[in-house]
């Protein structure tokens, strides 16, 4: 791995997901030690520049509905989401609205995503550092509603699905069994053979 120029950076081990496998890095030296772990993990590993937040931005779509959340951590922990935070819901903005949008669009279109974002301390410039799909965690007091919309949503697609999948499927010409077919071709003979005697 090449060293980074600046520090503290972050290196991230394997794909996982909510903070798992990130580990903040603060010199070189450090770094090193995190190389020899890399190395015997057999996985990729990335490194990103540490960016000292205030708090960090979920923005989720589910179908048409919209919302965003905004957790800061109040344990001193630098990843919001360990130890003590506070979350609440924040409105849904037109960059935040245009940013999930353009994200839904990716892959043939998803249904269900969640942009990540962390807004610098000082500047209070908003980066973004990652885009989920359906395994978005849920948040605030209407998770349960969340669910009943993800399940009709899945729903409505599938029902959909199978409706247009119906409207274009094409009648198969079923062939005549091997019974039926032996039994016309034995029909057929003994006819031929009464027809010869007869005559």
């Not at 506070?86 to 942009?115: A, T």
């Amino acid at each position: 791995m090449k060293i980074p120029s600046n520090f503290p950076c972050i290196v991230k081990i394997g794909h996982a997901h909510q903070g798992l496998g990130k580990i903040k890095v603060e010199n070189a030296l450090d770094f090193q030690d995190i190389t020899s772990i890399v190395s015997i993990s057999n996985s990729y590993s990335t490194t990103e520049p540490y960016i000292d937040s205030k708090c960090d931005i979920h923005i989720q779509k589910i179908g048409d509905s919209y919302k965003a959340f905004q957790r800061k951590s109040i344990s001193g922990n630098w990843k919001a989401n360990i130890g003590s935070a506070m979350l609440e819901q924040i409105p849904m903005n037109e960059r935040y609205k245009f940013w999930i949008d353009e994200v839904s669009k990716m892959f043939g279109g998803l249904h269900i995503c969640e942009i990540q974002a962390v807004v610098h301390t000082d500047t209070l410039k908003e980066y973004i550092i990652d885009v989920v799909d359906s395994a978005m965690t849920l948040f605030g007091e209407q998770q349960e509603g969340d669910r009943r919309l993800i399940a009709e949503l899945c729903i409505d697609t599938l029902t959909t699905t199978l409706e247009n999948n119906s409207n274009t499927q094409t009648n198969i010409l079923t062939l005549p069994s091997a019974a039926s077919s032996s039994s016309s071709i034995s029909t057929g003979a003994n006819v031929q053979q009464s027809n010869s005697i007869q005559k």
